[in-house]
């Protein structure tokens, strides 16, 4: 586990989520593990920060105000410096029909985050950003 932790250390994800109890248990998680973690509490600001900052994996909620998780990844996945980047979506709340058009917009993982533990979730990090 060490050298793998060395491997990741230091990278910066975004987490795009407006529930702060989702932020603090997932974020807390992760920073445990040598992560630089960053939050946008809706999709216009997280939009705005992975456009303007460097992350190299974006956790995105699809129920968000101001703008939805499928509408950010859309926009991410149209600009040249943020189409390649690694998207995990963790999401409450969502319909078979909705997962299926976002995993097809190219995200690499959807977690139902009601079921997911921070320790899954920084593990499934960890394997994407070797």
């Known amino acids: 586990m060490e050298k793998a932790r060395k491997k990741t250390e230091g990278k910066r994800i975004l ?3 407006d529930q702060e109890i989702f932020i603090e248990m997932f974020g807390d998680k ?21 456009l303007t900052k460097n992350f190299d994996l ?7 105000p101001v703008m939805s998780g499928e509408e950010v990844i859309a926009k991410l996945k149209l600009e040249e410096k943020t189409k390649n980047i690694p998207i995990i979506v963790l999401s409450a709340s969502v319909d078979d029909e909705t997962q299926r058009r976002v995993e097809q917009m190219g995200i690499q993982i959807f977690l139902v985050k009601t079921r997911v533990t921070p320790s899954d979730l920084s593990k499934k990090v960890n394997r994407l950003l070797k």
């Open 58 to 64: 974006l956790i995105i909620d699809m129920t968000m």
């Open 30 to 50: 992760l920073r445990q593990d040598g992560f630089q973690v960053f939050f946008a509490k809706n999709g216009a600001w997280g939009f705005e920060e992975a």
């Open 15 to 17: 987490i795009i989520e």
